[in-house]
């Protein structure tokens, strides 16, 4: 069972699913564990808070960056509120050195 207050609008509903579903506000938190040695790409199963429904939330690596004198992994992150660029530091401990969100034109960066 499910509770959310998401833009002062409360939903409570009873889910049952099948399948296992990771906590959207988590993301920042598991793209930092992922191998993205091999450009992998990865696919979760997760719920909108909006709509209390399942969304899918598509990891893919683009490649390697560097973010001020920091090696990263560049990758993209597709999910119910949209496209964002990660910037994850390849050493541990794998900080998030820069999100951007397309959509909301948000950036968010690791103060160093």
């Known amino acids: 069972?499910?509770?959310?207050?998401?833009?002062?609008?409360?939903?409570?509903?009873?889910?049952?699913?099948?399948?296992?579903?990771?906590?959207?506000?988590?993301?920042?938190?598991i793209v930092r564990t992922l191998d993205f040695s091999k450009h992998s790409e990865y696919n979760f199963s997760s719920i909108?808070?909006?709509?209390?429904?399942p969304a899918s939330v598509a990891v893919k690596a683009l490649g390697d960056s560097t973010i001020d004198t920091i090696a990263c992994?560049?990758?993209?992150?597709?999910?119910?509120?949209?496209?964002?660029t990660y910037w994850i530091e390849k050493k541990a401990p794998h900080r998030v050195i820069l999100i951007e969100e397309a959509t909301t034109k948000r950036k968010t960066e690791l103060i160093l």
């Open 1 to 29: 069972s499910t509770e959310m207050i998401p833009y002062n609008v409360r939903n409570t509903q009873t889910l049952s699913f099948k399948d296992q579903y990771i906590d959207f506000s988590q993301i920042p938190f």
């Open 73 to 84: 992994f560049a990758i993209e992150l597709s999910t119910f509120e949209g496209i964002a």
């Open 48 to 53: 909108n808070p909006r709509s209390n429904t």
